[in-house]
């Protein structure tokens, strides 16, 4: 299973970062999440901190560009294999950082990935 961590969390469930992470869940992947404010969903404790979460295989960004800058170093810092940039949180600067730094970082949408079992 691929570890995850979603950045840009909602606890509104019509938000695709919600539905993410209910389906990232359900396909028996280990979720982390930060979002604006915590909250329990399901199993995943959504925190408002950035924390050193040990051993994330993938981000999955649904931060717009612009609120992405908080998080560049961050992400960068935890070193995982691959970053997801979710339709609106395009960012191709960040994109070609992250390539540079070895980071398998690619656009795409994780519920269509999901769907499609190529997640």
Do not use: W
Not at 22 to 37: C, K, Q, S, Y
């Amino acid at each position: 299973m691929i570890s995850t961590l979603v950045i840009g969390a909602s606890s509104n469930p019509e938000q695709y970062s919600h539905m993410a992470i209910v389906r990232l869940m359900a396909a028996g992947h280990p979720v982390e999440a930060i979002g604006r404010t915590p909250f329990q969903l399901g199993s995943t404790q959504v925190t408002d901190e950035k924390r050193n979460f040990p051993a994330i295989h993938t981000v999955t960004l649904y931060l717009n560009r612009e609120r992405q800058k908080d998080y560049e170093q961050y992400i960068l810092a935890l070193a995982p294999h691959r970053i997801i940039f979710n339709p609106g949180a395009e960012n191709p600067d960040f994109l070609q950082l992250a390539r540079s730094k070895g980071i398998d970082a690619i656009e795409a949408c994780t519920l269509v990935m999901l769907s499609a079992g190529t997640y």
